[in-house]
């Protein structure tokens, strides 16, 4: 399968596989349980230029295609799909919107040190009316004097302790005009707070949590894109998120596919190995044929949008169907581990959180397939009230 990968595509991810073997594997327990990548690790990605690799070169990025940065999710998420999820986000998320809606100074500014390491970038867009339902969003952005001023709170953020922010927000302009946003905060600004994180279930390479803004003083250059009209993330930046989400869905199951491989081989039950067991057998060979037709779903439509050729919508497709199905996998072949995949000892039951967690994170299923919905009953591919596309 993916023959048609060209060279330089088959060298990244044969790098990136041994990255994630030599690099992130003796690793992936511990940034489960202490729910935080070291320092050392995020140190060696960024010497790798994991966090460049979408970033163009004029930027300071690798500038590969999304094919590339797939292969690499995948590779990554194999070991620890709570790093990989992590990576995504600083990968292909923070810098695409910078580099579709920023000027040339914001560019210039933020995309260096992103693709450095240096800076780390949040994407900040979740309220508790909804992280989707972007009318009922409470922070807002109004203009005082000649810049702004931004009020109000976020939920989920991860990376919350990144170094820059990407808030979506109400905004207000000095004529008086209302839309949505996305606002450039640094962590250093005045009145703006990180709070304590949360605890959770699965995807916990990362900290993830509230933060709120008091008052603070957003200048002109602060404001990305469009002050009435930045905060619905771009559609490329959003198609090319979802296939990156999607990777790291896949790897995951990927992961834990190759894990359970390996103790059905090792393993015997009832004075045979467990691969004899009809039943264990059919759940290996169900889940490759699942993995199989998941892999050819994501590669096809990542080479489609490189060509520009691709119905965004597929880009839900993709983050719908292959974080569910990873889930599915991940959680049938716990079953095949006993009790011993329940217990933390084996370090597997950590594949299956991770992929719990995907299904929610960039967006629930449920809100892509509603964006599935639309396109199939109405020609739209977005949610029905246009301005609260997102995650
Ligand atoms: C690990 C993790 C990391 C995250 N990181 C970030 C981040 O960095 N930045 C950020 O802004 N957010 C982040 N989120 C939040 C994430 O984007 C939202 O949780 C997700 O989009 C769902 O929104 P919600 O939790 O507000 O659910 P709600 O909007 O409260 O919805 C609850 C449920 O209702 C259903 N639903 C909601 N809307 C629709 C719809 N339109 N159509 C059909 N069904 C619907 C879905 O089943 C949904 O799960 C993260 C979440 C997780 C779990």
């Given amino acids: 399968m993916l023959d048609w990968l060209n060279d330089d595509q088959r060298a990244l991810r044969d790098m990136a596989a041994t990255f994630a073997r030599k690099e992130v594997e003796p690793l992936a327990v511990q940034i489960d349980r202490e729910e935080r990548t070291p320092d050392s690790l995020i140190a060696k990605a960024a010497e790798f230029g994991l966090f460049g690799l979408y970033i163009s070169p004029e930027y300071g990025g690798a500038g590969c295609d999304i094919v590339s940065v797939c292969l690499v999710a995948e590779e990554i998420a194999k070991a620890s799909p ?23 100074e914001q560019k210039r500014r933020i995309l260096p040190k992103s693709a450095s390491g240096e800076r780390l970038i949040a994407y900040s867009q979740s309220e508790p009316a909804g992280a989707a339902n972007i009318s009922a969003h409470l922070t807002r952005l109004e203009p005082e004097g000649n810049g702004y001023r931004l009020d109000g709170a976020k939920l989920f953020c991860t990376q919350a302790s990144a170094k820059t922010y990407l808030v979506m927000c109400k905004t207000r302009n000095h004529e008086g005009k209302e839309g949505y946003g996305c606002i450039i905060v640094e962590q250093e600004a005045e009145g703006m707070q990180v709070l304590p ?103 096809s439509n990542a080479a489609a949008f490189d060509r520009g050729a691709l119905d965004p919508v597929m880009g839900n497709v993709c983050k719908a169907w292959i974080g569910e199905t990873a889930f599915e996998i991940c959680s049938k072949l716990l079953n095949l581990w006993g009790a011993s995949g329940i217990m933390d000892v084996t370090g597997v039951n950590r594949y299956m959180r991770d992929a719990k967690a995907k299904c929610i994170a960039e967006g629930s299923s449920e809100i892509h397939y509603a964006i599935i919905a639309n396109q199939l009953f109405h020609g739209v591919g977005s949610l029905v009230a246009p301005e609260s596309v997102g995650r």
Avoid at 96 to 103: A, F, M, P, R, S
Avoid at 231 to 248: D, E, F, K, P, W
Wanted: aromatic fraction near 8%; glycine fraction near 10%.
């Fill in 82 to 104: 709570a790093f990989a999820g992590a990576l995504t986000v600083q990968m292909v998320l923070c810098p695409k919107t910078v580099e579709i809606l920023g000027t040339e």
């Fill in 197 to 299: 994180y949360e605890h959770k279930l699965g995807w916990r390479g990362t900290n993830t949590g509230p933060i709120s803004f008091n008052n603070v003083r957003i200048e002109a250059d602060g404001i990305l894109g469009d002050v009435l009209n930045g905060g619905v993330m771009h559609r490329a930046a959003n198609t090319a998120n979802v296939l990156s989400h999607a990777a790291t869905s896949l790897g995951c199951a990927q992961g834990m596919f190759d894990k359970t491989l390996e103790q059905v081989k090792e393993r015997r039950l009832y004075g045979k190995g467990m691969s004899e067991l009809q039943p264990i057998a059919y759940w290996m060979a169900e889940s490759h044929a699942k993995l199989t037709a998941m892999r050819a779903l994501l590669y």
